[in-house]
């Protein structure tokens, strides 16, 4: 059986860190958001997962798949190849901590507002 050759650059390894953590920032401030009042999630396939319970499950595999495709792409013999793929994983990363950071404004404002409501002197 023939050996994978991955073979990792910096940016590889950036990009694909740009994407978890986009992807684990988004999720876990949308999670922390969900418990708090006046913040509803609107994305109906959210919603779907997190009624059906596999919320945190497909997160996790969008992740997986995602990092795992990045080191796939990597030992690709094709410069096209690992530059188209990088820039499609770097732009779902950077939409997700867009999200992410999104969130937790979002968060910070209800909890300061909850905050002043309880406490308003």
């Known amino acids: 059986m023939k050996e994978l050759d991955i073979n990792i650059g910096k940016a590889e390894l950036l990009t694909m860190m740009v994407f978890t953590t986009g992807c684990v920032v988004d999720h876990v401030t949308t999670f922390y958001g969900l418990f708090l ?33 990045g080191l796939l792409v990597s030992g690709s013999k094709s410069k096209t190849v690992i530059r188209f793929s990088m820039m499609a994983l770097a732009a779902v990363g950077l939409v997700r901590l867009y999200a992410g950071f999104h969130n937790l404004v979002l968060v910070s404002n209800v909890v300061s507002m909850l905050e002043l409501s309880l406490n308003p002197f």
């Open 37 to 69: 009042p006046t913040i509803v999630e609107v994305n109906p396939v959210v919603l779907l997962l997190i009624g059906s319970g596999v919320w945190h499950i497909v997160e996790i595999l969008i992740i997986a798949s995602g990092t795992c495709s």
